[in-house]
C-alpha cells in the first residue's frame, strides 16, 4: 500500500552527512514509499504574536498529509539543531490541530563525532514523545565519524549501520501498514 513519508533533515548546510544520510535511507524504503521533503528552512522562528507566514501553511500541509515523519539530525552541543526544534514547534501549533500526535516516527542521526549523535537522539526522541508521536524505537541508527562513511549521493561505508537503517525502514513500513488497515 502507498505510504508518504516526510523527511526532516536538520541541518540547512550544503554537504551535509545528514542530508547523504537520508539519500542513503531514502533507497533502503520498499517501492511504494513516497519521499517528501520537509520545507523547514523557510520557517521564521516561532512566534505566537505572528500572523503565520503562507510558508507555515505549506508546511502544514506537508505534516498533516504525511503517514510518518522520519527525522535525520546533527548534534549541536550535546542537543538538536535549533532549526529542527522550530519546526517541531511550528507544527506542534498546527490551528487545526497538532498533526504530530498518533502519527509515526523514525529518528536517524549523523556526526563527525565520536558518539553519533546519541546525546541529540535522546532529546529529539524525548521531544518527539512529548508531542505524541508514535516513535519506532529500533533499531537506533547512529553514524558516528561521518566524515569518513558517507560520500554524497547515497554512500555508507558501514555495513552495520546499513544493516539496521535496512530493519528501520522495514519496521516503519510496518508500523505504518498497520495503522492505515485500521
Ligand atoms: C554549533 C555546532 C555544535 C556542534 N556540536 C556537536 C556536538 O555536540 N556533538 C557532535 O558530535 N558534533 C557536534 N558538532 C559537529 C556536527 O555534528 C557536524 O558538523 C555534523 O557534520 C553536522 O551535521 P551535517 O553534516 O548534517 O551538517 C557541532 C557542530 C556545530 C556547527
Avoid: C
Avoid at 101 to 120: E, H, I, N
Wanted: glycine letters at 6%.
Amino acid at each position: 500500500m502507498r505510504q508518504e513519508w516526510l523527511a526532516f533533515i536538520g541541518s540547512l548546510r550544503k554537504g551535509s552527512y545528514n542530508r547523504a544520510l537520508f539519500d542513503v535511507f531514502s533507497g533502503m524504503a520498499p517501492a511504494d514509499v513516497v519521499w517528501h521533503e520537509a520545507e523547514i528552512r523557510a520557517l521564521p522562528f516561532y512566534n505566537p504574536d505572528m500572523a503565520p507566514p503562507p510558508e507555515a501553511d505549506h508546511f502544514w500541509q506537508q505534516v498533516r498529509s504525511a503517514d510518518a515523519l522520519v527525522f535525520f539530525t546533527p548534534e549541536y552541543n550535546g542537543s538538536i539543531p535549533a532549526v529542527l526544534k522550530n519546526a517541531i514547534d511550528w507544527a506542534s501549533r498546527d490551528p487545526q490541530g497538532s498533526p504530530l500526535v498518533g502519527k509515526p516516527a523514525v529518528v536517524l542521526g549523523a556526526s563527525q563525532g565520536l558518539f553519533g549523535t546519541l546525546r541529540s537522539q535522546l532529546h529529539l526522541r524525548q521531544i518527539l514523545s512529548f508531542v505524541g508521536m508514535e516513535l519506532v524505537q529500533r533499531p537506533e541508527v547512529l553514524v558516528s565519524e561521518a566524515h569518513l562513511k558517507l560520500e554524497p549521493r547515497g554512500q555508507l561505508n558501514d555495513p552495520v549501520a546499513v544493516r539496521l537503517m535496512k530493519t528501520l525502514a522495514q519496521n516503519l513500513y510496518e508500523r505504518v501498514g498497520r495503522m492505515l488497515a485500521v
